[in-house]
């Protein structure tokens, strides 16, 4: 194929070089323009040689001494013959013409041609690109066989979750003869080094199947059409393959949100995105194939992609608490000559929002620096001067520089909902209180409502709306009514909801009545100045009575804060403890 290129390729450049040889050939002699007077004189004195003859307003010739000369044509019927007459040659022109237009004919083919020939040299090249790309789709085996869930620290709840899979690409069949639907897709979600894509080697590690990776970026800016054809041949090589974890990095890069044309995807990675679902569907279920997706952005992913049969399984993949960064440090110091000085622990509770590849990081630096100092052991200094080279140059940000003052004050916001909801509400749950900040949002508390009632009663909405409000109750007792933070923006947001919902569409505000303002307002409900000052003074009545709550309970404010401080997350039953001892 290629060979037959190169010889088209020869000939047709020999073409253009031979015509354009022959047409400067005849065009690019010297040709002296003479007056027609003057070649007559010429004629007359018998020093022509020679008239090329043509339909132009100019005619050619050459002399008896050898060289050419250009005039004036007469046009005459009886030119020719008394040229002839004089003994003079006359050459028609017309088939030089016609050569010269056949020559032009094929200077145009010929540049078409080569022009026709690069193309299809760049498609070539364009394909021997994707032929490599294919190739380089990483599945690695070997590699992948010795990373298990061990490798991982941390990220328990993920593990748990992947950990099920394992049996599933193992045993495909016993899950369905049960006729149970395995997920096809599970989604990682969560910031960039939390160990995504160590969690889906270690899945194949443990299932001791091929890895296949590749990321979304790779995807978008190809031709059109490429991206699509790039999902199949994975899946096909997959396919090829048997049981196997496909690996998809930044599955965000092709599944964007399609809502307009607005911040979506280009049609490319519309198609791209479709030749995806399709594959996934294509699946039968019983192949032992696990599609695992990763992205830091799970808010701007097209919800086709979390659509039962796809990507269903979504588990969040979150920053290291202070337990879990002991774990990940001690795992990365396992190959590493620590030096007896060196407190993990402390290092664990100075690392606050750092992720597992910052601490990977970190612990190589250390070692970089004990080496090219020749110490025989990585010594707290070396990790302390590491410490700084890895925070270095990171934007302020970046979680991961936060002050311990920032700590303090998450630490204090966050125990103010959980024990307001401790104090007020123990019929909830509060299932986890952290300070290491989720994708949905900075710190946070779990808390379980009971779903036992179809209806929520006014007691509800207001203990509701003082929960929102222990954060800003707690900052304001412990900093003072200056210190106060920005942290709140959201919990006011809720509350505010609550409380003008409560007075203008429920009629549970007694001094408000029964009129469903919202009905009357509609849209105009948020610029009513009776509505605004009901709700305001609703919300500074209950934020009183919060802070009341909260100051009678001092002692356990400062209790759990502290305890949120060493530990950074506190579980259920640690915060029962802590509350009923
Ligand atoms: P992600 O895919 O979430 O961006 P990676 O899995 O690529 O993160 O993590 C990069 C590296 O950081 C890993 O190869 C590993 O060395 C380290 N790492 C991250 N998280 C962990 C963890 N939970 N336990 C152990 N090492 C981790
Ligand atoms: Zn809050």
């Not at 923006?489 to 609550?498: E, F, G, H, I, R």
């Given at each position: ?23 400067f050939q005849i065009n690019n002699k010297d040709y002296i323009n003479i007056s027609?007077?003057k070649f007559?004189?010429y ?5 022509v040689?020679t008239v090329y003859?043509s339909?132009n307003s100019k005619i050619k010739g050459k002399l008896?001494?050898g060289s050419y000369f250009i005039t004036d044509n ?19 022109t ?488």
């Amino acid at each position: 194929m290629l060979k037959k290129r190169k010889i088209i390729f020869f000939v047709l450049a020999a073409l253009i070089v031979i015509s354009a040889l022959i047409y400067f050939q005849i065009n690019n002699k010297d040709y002296i323009n003479i007056s027609y007077k003057k070649f007559i004189e010429y004629v007359e004195k018998g020093n022509v040689e020679t008239v090329y003859l043509s339909n132009n307003s100019k005619i050619k010739g050459k002399l008896a001494d050898g060289s050419y000369f250009i005039t004036d044509n007469p046009r005459s019927e009886s030119f020719k013959e008394s040229l002839l007459t004089k003994g003079i040659n006359v050459e028609e022109t017309e088939q030089n013409a016609i050569i010269m237009n056949l020559l032009t004919l094929l200077l145009v083919l010929g540049s078409f041609g080569f022009i026709g020939y690069f193309l299809s040299k760049n498609t070539a090249k364009q394909a021997q690109k994707e032929m490599a790309y294919m190739s380089s789709i990483e599945s690695d085996f070997s590699n992948t066989e010795s990373i298990t869930f061990d490798d991982v620290a941390g990220n328990d709840e993920a593990k748990e979750s992947l950990k099920e899979l394992v049996d599933f690409i193992k045993n495909p069949e016993k899950y369905e003869r049960y006729g149970a639907r395995m997920p096809r897709g599970v989604l990682l979600y969560g910031p960039p080094g939390t160990g995504k894509t160590l969690l889906a080697k270690a899945l194949a590690g443990e299932a001791n199947v091929p890895y296949f990776a590749v990321t979304g970026s790779d995807f978008i800016q190809v031709y059109a059409g490429l991206g699509a054809s790039r999902i199949r041949s994975l899946f096909k090589k997959a396919r090829q393959a048997g049981k196997c974890v496909i690996f998809i990095d930044e599955i965000d890069a092709l599944g964007k949100k399609r809502s307009g044309n607005i911040g979506g995807g280009s049609d490319e990675s519309d198609r791209t995105l479709n030749a995806l679902l399709t594959e996934m569907s294509g699946f039968k279920g019983n192949e032992g194939i696990v599609v695992i997706a990763a992205t830091n952005r799970i808010d701007t992913l097209d919800e086709a992609l979390l659509r039962p049969g796809r990507f269903d399984r979504q588990i969040e993949v979150g920053l290291p608490d202070i337990n879990a960064r002991y774990k990940i440090l001690r795992l990365h110091s396992r190959n590493k000559p620590l030096d007896k000085n060196v407190d993990l622990k402390k290092i664990a509770y100075q690392t606050v929002y750092f992720s597992g590849a910052k601490l990977e990081n970190l612990m190589n630096e250390s070692a970089m620096i004990a080496a090219k100092n020749n110490q025989k052991t990585i010594k707290m200094e070396h990790i302390d001067k590491a410490f700084y080279t890895v925070i270095a140059g990171e934007e302020k940000k970046d979680k991961s520089t936060i002050s311990l003052k920032d700590k303090r004050i998450t630490a204090y916001h966050e125990t103010g909902h959980a024990l307001v909801t401790k104090l007020i509400a123990p019929e909830n749950r509060v299932t986890k209180v952290t300070i290491i900040p989720s994708t949905k949002g900075a710190g946070g508390f779990s808390m379980n409502i009971p779903p036992n009632s179809m209806y929520q009663s006014k007691e509800d909405i207001i203990k509701n709306i003082k929960i929102s409000l222990g954060g800003r109750a707690a900052e304001e007792i412990v900093f003072g009514k200056n210190k106060i933070t920005t942290g709140a923006s959201n919990d006011l947001q809720k509350a505010t909801k609550m409380a003008l919902l409560l007075i203008s569409r429920f009629g549970m505000e007694e001094s408000a009545g029964l009129v469903s303002y919202e009905t009357l307002l509609g849209d105009k409900l948020g610029t009513n100045n009776f509505i605004v000052s009901k709700t305001k003074d609703l919300l500074e009545k209950l934020y009183k009575e919060t802070l009341e709550v909260l100051r009678d309970n001092l002692d356990l404010l400062e209790k759990i804060a502290n305890y949120l401080i060493c530990n950074e997350t506190i579980g259920e039953e640690e915060l029962n403890l802590l509350i009923n001892h």
